[in-house]
């Protein structure tokens, strides 16, 4: 709860910096002031509405959307809780088997020469499989938790699978207001300063 405060508060001091920022932008530029480009010019209102959704669309958001769901997968599954029934130890083994396979099938995919995710030149660091572990450990988060919450009896129907990814977005809301106001924030100091 304090950590959703935290995130609240810090909301609230982007989105008052951004129009500290509008209204000072503004003086600076009346002030003729070399270098400065207001944010209340025909300008940078059609800055702000015309670049708007490619500002916010960025890797990072997406990152933060795949990242919430699988957190909501795991928190709702349970398989972050010691297994309490036979049931549940039943579900763990299962989940450590796919979770053998899983890794297995990305190691092949990435590690074994010439292997498909591999950069051109052959190497992991950068390639294809180094710019999509991010999404590919989510991913398997996901599968896991989805396998293990079915099989367990804590996820009933695939109804419970998707409500329990949509959880994870919900429990995580505060984070994804807080991007938009600090990625506005920093496009604005860009428009404003460079």
């Known amino acids: 709860m304090r950590i959703k ?3 609240w508060k810090l909301t609230i001091v982007m989105a008052l910096t951004e129009v500290l ?12 002031i070399p270098g400065v480009r207001p944010i209340l010019s025909t300008e940078g209102i059609r800055w702000f509405f015309g670049n708007f959704t490619t500002m916010m669309a960025t890797p990072v958001l997406v990152s933060l959307m795949l990242v919430a769901m699988a957190l909501g997968s795991l928190w709702r599954s349970g398989l972050w809780q010691r297994p309490q029934t036979y049931r549940d130890r039943t579900a ?5 088997i796919l979770l053998v396979v899983y890794v297995a099938v990305v190691l092949s995919l990435s590690v074994i020469p010439h292997a498909v995710l591999l950069s051109a030149t052959g190497r992991l660091l950068p390639s294809p499989f180094s710019r999509a572990l991010l999404p590919v450990m989510a991913f398997g988060l996901l599968l896991l938790s989805s396998v293990y919450g079915l099989l367990s009896g804590r996820l009933t129907s695939l109804s419970s699978v998707c409500s329990s990814m949509s959880y994870g977005i919900e429990t995580c809301s505060p984070l994804f207001v807080l991007y ?4 506005q924030l920093y ?7 460079l």
Request: proline letters at 0%; hydrophobic letters at 65%; charged letters at 15%.
């Open 5 to 7: 405060q935290a995130v």
């Open 180 to 183: 938009v106001f600090s990625v």
């Open 92 to 96: 763990r083994r299962t989940v450590l």
């Open 187 to 193: 496009e604005s100091i860009r428009f404003v300063f």
């Open 21 to 32: 920022l509008v209204f000072t932008s503004w003086l600076l530029s009346a002030m003729m």
